[in-house]
């Protein structure tokens, strides 16, 4: 009997498939989801029904607007392995016009698309919970009445109240949308956080190497010390933001991350602008990261090193605190200049494998690729004439 109960109870049982790409964020994301579906569409759809959710890492194939080839192999992995419906968790950005795109689903296909960068940077986890739950319910409750009627706004999880937007789109294979209302800024941030900028801290021997070597020869150099305290707040200030300027944009230039916009369709100008804001950004904050690991080393050197007795007969006023700190972040600055001469030592390749993750690498790519083959046609359009 009780081999019965277990039985009627697995079949009444509905399995949500999480299909993850298998890089870093998606597979984090998907493997969140997987443990938090079940609790989520118990508490927020139907009670009474069983629910489990199960995780694959695949390998999502980039799709057209219907998302088919996306929603093709999640059909193949859906019969595969016997689940109900399937949420696909992506990377790759989606676009609507100037909309980022957060999820779509297909009820016929039972199956959701989530693309991560439209979430932002923050509360992935809880925000595409709250995104899959509700286009799972809407999936498995058919017939989902208007956005605003009384039975929907039941249904419609708080978290989604005003934040991000629902809507039927009039698009083939999608039935249901959910959108950003911050559009391409909360985009722009998903991105960023894709390609994880506090990696470039490591990944990169050369500016590494260099700021390092720099620093300790600039902490040992008295001319420093009086600099770093006879200068202004807002020398030291433009000091430091000169440097991370300096890093950040010899990366771009001199390894060639930056995409031209001319002589582009206006959809792929708009693109190029969004791959040059998150380069802008990743870089930044990547290097913001490496002068923050710099200083908290230059600064325990500095305590270490340099005794109040000796730096007295340098500097001016009374040796404090103070000192200990201003010392450090002149030199800190010093030795990022010197480590944007260090990252000459690295490849173009190695840098955007340091700064960008893999499938914005492959975006990328790809961006060139079309843009040199309409080159060429047109080149050879001309000589043709």
């Avoid at 493997?31 to 694959?56: G, I, K």
């Avoid at 109900?84 to 950005?93: A, N, R």
């Avoid at 058919?142 to 009627?149: A, H, L």
């Avoid at 582009?264 to 490496?290: C, D, K, M, S, Y």
């Amino acid at each position: 009997m009780d081999a019965e109960w277990q039985k009627g109870q697995s079949e009444s049982c509905l399995t949500v498939g999480v299909l993850a790409d298998p890089v870093a964020m998606p597979v984090l994301i998907g493997d969140q989801l997987a443990q938090d579906l079940p609790q989520l569409l118990t508490d927020q759809v139907d009670s009474e029904q069983a629910w489990d959710a199960q995780v694959l890492r695949e390998r999502l194939p980039p799709s057209d607007s219907r998302h088919t080839a996306m929603m093709e192999l999640a059909e193949t992995k859906m019969a595969e392995y016997g689940w109900d419906m399937v949420v696909c968790v992506t990377d790759l950005p989606m676009r609507s016009g100037k909309r980022a795109i957060m999820a779509d689903m297909n009820s016929e296909r039972r199956v959701v698309v989530v693309s991560l960068p439209a979430f932002g940077a923050m509360a992935l986890r809880r925000r595409v919970g709250a995104v899959a739950t509700q286009l799972v319910a809407d999936i498995h409750l058919p017939g989902t009445p208007q956005e605003g009627s009384a039975q929907h706004q039941r249904r419609r999880l708080p978290v989604l109240a005003g934040r991000f937007r629902r809507q039927t789109p009039d698009q083939a294979g999608v039935d249901a949308r959910i959108s950003s209302s911050w559009g391409n800024a909360r985009l722009l941030l998903g991105m960023v956080r894709a390609n994880r900028p506090w990696r470039l801290v490591w990944s990169l021997t050369g500016p590494l190497v260099g700021a390092f070597a720099f620093s300790a020869f600039y902490l040992l150099n008295a001319t420093v010390w009086e600099m770093a305290t006879m200068l202004s707040a807002w020398r030291l200030v433009l000091a430091v933001v000169g440097a991370l300027t300096v890093m950040t944009g010899w990366l771009i230039v001199y390894h060639q991350l930056w995409e031209p916009a001319r002589n582009r369709p206006r959809i792929e100008r708009e693109q190029a602008v969004l791959f040059n804001a998150t380069t802008v950004l990743t870089l930044g904050l990547g290097v913001a990261f490496l002068y923050v690991g710099l200083f908290a080393v230059n600064a325990g050197a500095s305590l270490v090193l340099l005794s109040p007795d000796i730096l007295q007969s340098y500097v001016a006023g009374q040796v404090s605190a103070g000192t200990y700190l201003l010392i450090p972040l002149l030199v800190t600055a010093a030795g990022t200049v010197a480590g944007a001469i260090g990252s000459g030592f690295e490849s173009e390749d190695s840098v955007r494998n340091a700064a960008f993750s893999l499938r914005e690498r492959e975006r990328r790519e790809a961006f060139r690729r079309k843009h040199e083959r309409r080159q060429e046609s047109l080149e050879g359009d001309g000589a043709g004439f």
